[in-house]
């Protein structure tokens, strides 16, 4: 995907509420409000973004509290909280239309939570991986929720997630920013953490879609962190088909930013175009 010379993230530093806040932007067009996963920045994914603004899109990537240089919050760390950061943030960088949200992992869970407690901030969300739909295991009489799921097992997972050979290329700028993250703000990634993994999300992805707001869900089939069965009930609630992609990890956005790209403008271009045609 080619790049425009003037694509490339700008950095932004501002404060809310008196607290640091960091942002990266590129690009001009309808906003785009990209929210990335735990333990991670918006940094970590500077390969991906500026292609997507190339396309049309003004790319607003904000590094959420308590990660890369963004200061955490105060208290308990509460989706509620997270999404009234996002609406300030959005009203300091001058965004007044409705934003397409895209959240990967941690942040699909912002992102849908931004919709819900302010649903005129947003046009669309995609949901990339994402934590939110609750259930770790179905069963066929009572499911077992990631609430239950051992710490033992998360930790398990995470190292084989970037033991695969097509992450090894991005391997040094993850853990630049997992290992930063977790000197610089232990107490914010362990919050984040508690609130992805307690996530359940799925009342309000179900009124959401009921209001009409369009919802993409995209999983990789390969994802170990977040299972099959959590993206399966966050299809259901959402009433959404869900698109798998073959043979992807957690974090196959990172591993593979052209083609994630191309899959996100050509979706979000079909929306776009759709939407205008339904207008009265």
Not at 77 to 84: D, R, S, W
């Amino acid at each position: 995907m080619a790049r425009e010379p003037d694509a490339e993230l700008r950095w932004h530093r501002t404060t809310l509420e008196g607290r640091v806040a960091v942002y990266g932007e590129a690009g001009d067009g309808p906003p785009l409000v990209f929210l990335h996963g735990w333990g991670l920045s918006a940094r970590s994914y500077a390969r991906a973004l500026p292609g997507i603004a190339a396309s049309g899109w003004r790319v607003l990537a904000p590094a959420l509290p308590g990660f890369g240089r963004s200061e955490a919050l105060a208290g308990a760390y509460t989706f509620e909280k997270l999404a009234n950061w996002v609406d300030e943030l959005l009203d300091h960088a001058g965004v007044e239309e409705p934003a397409a949200f895209v959240g990967h992992s941690f942040g699909g869970g912002v992102a849908v939570a931004t919709a819900w407690y302010h649903p005129e901030r947003a046009r669309s969300i995609t949901l990339v991986n994402s934590i939110g739909g609750s259930v770790w295991k179905a069963g066929e009489r009572n499911d077992r929720l990631l609430a239950d799921r051992p710490l033992w097992d998360w930790g398990l997972r995470l190292p084989r997630e970037f033991g695969r050979r097509d992450y090894r290329r991005v391997l040094p700028v993850v853990l630049r920013d997992l290992v930063g993250n977790a000197v610089t703000n232990p107490s914010a990634v362990w919050r984040a953490g508690e609130l992805a993994r307690n996530a359940d999300l799925r009342e309000e992805l179900a009124t959401l879609a009921a209001r009409g707001l369009p919802v993409t869900i995209l999983w990789g089939s390969a994802d170990k962190v977040v299972p099959e069965a959590t993206f399966l009930a966050m299809c259901e609630a959402a009433g959404a088909p869900g698109d798998i992609v073959t043979d992807a990890g957690h974090s196959w956005l990172l591993a593979d930013p052209d083609g994630f790209g191309e899959l996100l403008t050509n979706s979000l271009t079909v929306r776009r175009t759709l939407s205008e045609r339904t207008r009265p």
